[in-house]
């Protein structure tokens, strides 16, 4: 292990350490972040846990039942930047997208004119830079959404945090509506509706980076 990745993970340890000594002696900790202040210059990814994140869409049929899916195989990071902001990185496989209770509406998501995994496997969001305090107060989360060949800038909305540790001790939870039409996701079109609900609910590994 080299020196930089070395001081990246002796920063992050003493920063956890320091929250939990707060914690038992009842001190109020100063910063609302556990994510602990970096050197200068350098910057941090910390990878989401994969047993505790979860992934997943809505979309009505044009008789208002409600059709839910997920993606159960995903990957992705928080890294902190330089500056004290943050940054998300989301990737989900579109072929080993399940639609719950269904094999039908399963084989019509990976499909041509859903998400068409055979040609476009992946979908990604990258999200612009924020400030660590959108997780713990909520707020609008931009970024730049990449599915079926197409990207575009789509804003999500990040639910308050229900703990002091959000992403450790509870989920960041983040919903946004997507129009699947500008995306060139028009199949069904006479079955399904054109908008598209996404949700994520975001763990991150302790003491994991990248």
């Not at 979860?54 to 195989?73: A, K, M, N």
């Not at 998501?109 to 400030?131: K, L, M, N, W």
């Amino acid at each position: 292990m080299n020196r930089s990745v070395s001081a990246r993970i002796h920063w992050l340890c003493a920063g956890c350490l320091l929250a939990w000594v707060a914690g038992a002696t009842g001190a109020t900790p100063r910063a609302r972040s556990p994510v602990p202040a970096l050197p200068p210059g350098t910057s941090l990814d910390l990878r989401f846990d994969p047993g505790l994140s979860h992934f997943g869409f809505e979309v009505r049929t044009r008789w208002g039942i409600r059709v839910e899916g997920r993606f159960p195989d995903h990957g992705g990071a928080l890294t902190i930047l330089p500056d004290g902001r943050q940054q998300v990185h989301v990737r989900l496989a579109t072929g080993a997208v399940e639609v719950d209770g269904s094999d039908k509406y399963t084989e019509i998501a990976r499909g041509e004119g859903f998400f068409d995994s055979t040609r476009h496997p992946v979908a990604e969001f990258i999200s612009q830079p924020y400030r660590p305090e959108l997780v713990h107060d909520g707020g609008r989360l931009r970024g730049r959404l990449t599915m079926h060949g197409t990207s575009r800038m789509e804003t999500f909305t990040v639910a308050p945090a229900t703990c002091a540790r959000p992403g450790w001790e509870c989920d960041v939870v983040a919903t946004g509506v997507v129009e699947r039409d500008r995306y060139g996701l028009d199949g069904w079109r006479l079955a399904l509706s054109d908008k598209v609900r996404f949700n994520m609910r975001v763990r991150l590994q302790e003491g994991e980076t990248e």
